[in-house]
């Protein structure tokens, strides 16, 4: 096993460590046998420990069938977001689809227009990739003047799996694209048929028709049994309950890139197809809502991760941006995956502001508010991935700022 990067360096850790723990008491109380109980039975699918209670927060209004729920991510470890924390974008509710019965269609400019059941495409060769999914209005409060009161309900539309699937660009290939095709528009199956145009370049890259999630099925919320998973794009074009895909010559203009998905910009005209999500962090904890005991050692912990490979630098300020200091970085990297980042800090007792600055791998810095504004204007509501500062207070509490 390899220590974090010197010598040095793990002294101090060791040092801080030795800190943060001096005011645990020893007892002697764990060397009695005490009684013993029976415990849990065997299990065929398991349930966490009945005393975690992190959640995804659901929204305040009544209908729950078009909307979000958000991933806890101040309660996140590593890199992986659980199934069942996934976050979720719905705009016609979860479908109820019997695998044994759903389709996809390969049609449009192709030479075999061709159906696939599920059995016939978990057939085919297969690969694993872990890629971020983010919804490309996360973090849209950095926009407003009222930052979210904490990191869930400000950036909890982004989450991390493990996916499994197929290349499309297989089927694809094995319908033979005709050489008009230069898009395709993909369908899901659910009551609003969701639609979107995508480049035929990206489609024949790494776009993943994904049947499994984190080492199972898919769930339903994130598209059972089949969806699109374009990595390191804006979430909506990631299809899901994936029913039909059509090779055409143009974009089909459909409303969810018309009306929505766009970005107005200060002259007036709109941004259009602004797949890529540009590099983003933001410091987990401590994060707003949250509360340290008091001064000590801490682990500033967070997550970053961008749509143009890999994370190369995370920096931690503690000064409002006056000073910045480089994170420890989890290895391995995976492009276009979460990329956690931890930084040792002792604090001292006094009012700190804490952020994070990502840089990925093409040299792309992770902007302020401002940088951002000065280049967008403030009509979007899309694409915000501005820079996310925490206030922590003398008292201990944490806020946004
Ligand atoms: N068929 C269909 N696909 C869809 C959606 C939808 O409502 N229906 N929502 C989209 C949006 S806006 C996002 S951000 C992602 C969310 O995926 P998730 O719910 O698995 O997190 O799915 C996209 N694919
Ligand atoms: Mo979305």
Redesign the pocket.
Known sequence: MKFPTSRRRFLELTTAVTGALAGCKRTGAQEDEGPRIIGQPLSKYGERSVFEKSARSLPTTKILENGSSLTPLQDSYGIITPSAL???????GVPAINPAEHRLLIHGLVERPLIFTMDEIRRLPSISRIYF?E?SGNSRDGWGAKPAPSVQLSHG?V?CSEWTGVPLSLLLSEAGVRPAAKWILAE?A?A?K?QRSIPLEKAMNDILLAYGQNGEALRP???YPLRLLIPGWE??A????LRRVKLIEEPYMVRDETSKYTDLMPDGTARQFTFVMDAKSVVTFPSAGQKLPGPGFYEITGLAWTGRGRIERVEISTDSGANWQRTELQEPRFSLAFTRFRFPWRWDGHEAVIASRATDETGYVQPSKDELIAARGVSSDYHYNGIRPWKLMANGRVTNV
């Open positions: 996934h976050y979720e974008r719905h705009h016609a999914l919804c539309m989450s899901g659910d609003c969701m919320e994130q598209g979430g909506n990631s299809v899901k309950w």
